[in-house]
Every structure is written in C-alpha cells, then in structure tokens.
C-alpha cells in the first residue's frame, strides 16, 4: 500500500508538530499546516488521502473549509478536531460532512486509529460497490438472498443464521480473496448496520463454519491467515441485482 498523505490544517504549533512526528513516526506522510488558506494550496499540489480539520482556525472557520471541501470531493475522509466536547458540535461537523471527529485533548494513538479505520472502510467500501445493486450471491452452490437476508445450502435449504452471522458473511463474500484482519471485519460490519460484531469474530466465524463447510475443523471456504485474520476462498457471483427485478 503506498505511503498515506495525511493534510494536517491545525493553528495551535505544538498540536500540530505533535501529530505530524506521531504520524510520520507511524508510516504515514504528514503535511502540516496552520489555516484555510494554506490548506487549499497544499491540496492543489498534493494528493491527500485524509483530511484532519481543526473547527477552530484563524480566518476562514473549519466547518465552512469543511463544506467546501466536501463539495468538491464526496469520498475524501474528513477527521473533524476540536476543543469542543459537546454533543452538538459533533453533530453539526458531522452534518457538515465530516466523517468523523475527535475532541481534544486526545491521544496521538487514538486518531492514528482513526485514520486507519476510516482508510480500511474507504478501501473495502470501494471494492464492494461493485456489487452494490446484487440482490443475490453465489458460491459453490450456496446462495446468499441480500434482500431476505436468506442463505441456502446447494440442496436449496434454508439455513438460519443470526444477523450477525449473515453480516459477517456477507462481508466475506464481497470481499472474497481478501485477508481481512478482525479489526477489518469489525469496522466494516459495524459499518454496515452500527450494531457490534461482539466480543469475539473468531467465535462467529467458528459458527458459519459449522453451518456452510463440509468439515469445520478442516475448513476450505473460510481460512485462518497466519497473524493475518481470515480469507474467504471461493470465487463469488452475482445471480440477481436489483436493477432486473
């Protein structure tokens, strides 16, 4: 993966070498700057993969630069920081067209975390558009009906799963060839409904293995990657989009 360009816009100094030491120490390529004005050159030159916005910036004001560059771009994250705590801030940011938002004082760790998750879900959200309009998914016989969140055995079966199941597998089926790592496979489940996998993706795992492989202690649809997560193996086709129905 190439090296992430992380547009830092932020007035107060210290905060702003703070982050950019803490993420160029991280593998990511910091470009630091102080206000609006210096943001939009930067972002005529540069290609910038994440945006961390302060609210409160001398001149133009980080909810207005927040607009306009959400206007422009729909799909480049924004990360909203401020001093503000209060639940409305949030949400006008949020209204504003932030993706996220993280008031100070914070840990340099959590927004680097941050920045990862909101990568990760950019990144699979892409590949899984694709496929956004198929009401039906197959693999090696099975069936997976998105709209009545249906899964069907190759003997046309009903296989009743929990919906925390069927999110999970459906995450893997369209994402299918991929190492998904279990922060991956939390940040996209969760993104998709805002319920919480649980505590434990292994266990669910464990639990669609027992319904969909031939052998669960020796499974070949759903793999175990080495310090990687897991990998969904079979080649997945789309049978049905909502366009044909």
């Not at 949400?91 to 998750?117: M, Q």
């Amino acid at each position: 993966m190439a090296t992430q360009n992380i547009l830092v816009v932020e007035d107060d100094r210290e905060t702003r070498t703070l982050i950019a030491r803490y993420l160029r120490a991280n593998g990511c390529n910091p470009i630091a700057v102080a206000d609006g004005r210096e943001m939009v050159r930067m972002m005529a030159v540069c290609r910038v993969d994440v945006l961390i916005l302060d609210l409160m910036l001398p001149g133009e004001g980080g909810l207005s630069l927040c607009r306009k560059v959400r206007a422009e771009s729909s799909s480049l994250p924004i990360i909203i920081l401020t001093a503000r705590g209060d639940d409305v801030d949030r949400i006008v940011g949020l209204d504003n067209g932030a993706d996220d938002y993280l008031p100070k004082p914070f840990n340099p760790r959590e927004l680097l975390a941050r920045i990862n998750a909101i990568i990760r879900r950019q990144a699979f959200g892409h590949s899984a558009r694709l496929i956004d309009d198929a009401t039906v998914l197959a693999f090696l016989g099975w069936q997976i009906d998105l709209r009545q969140r249906e899964v069907r055995s190759p003997n046309a079966a009903s296989i009743a799963m929990t919906g925390a199941e069927f999110n999970l597998l459906q995450t893997f089926c369209e994402r299918a060839g991929r190492v998904l790592s279990r922060d991956d496979l939390l940040d996209l489940t969760q993104s998709r409904d805002g319920s919480a996998l649980g505590r434990s993706v292994d266990v669910l795992v464990s639990r669609i293995r027992r319904k969909i492989e031939a052998d669960p202690q020796n499974p070949s649809i759903i793999k175990t990657v080495r310090a990687g997560g897991y990998m969904f193996t079979p080649n997945v086709e789309v049978i049905a989009h909502s366009a044909s129905n």
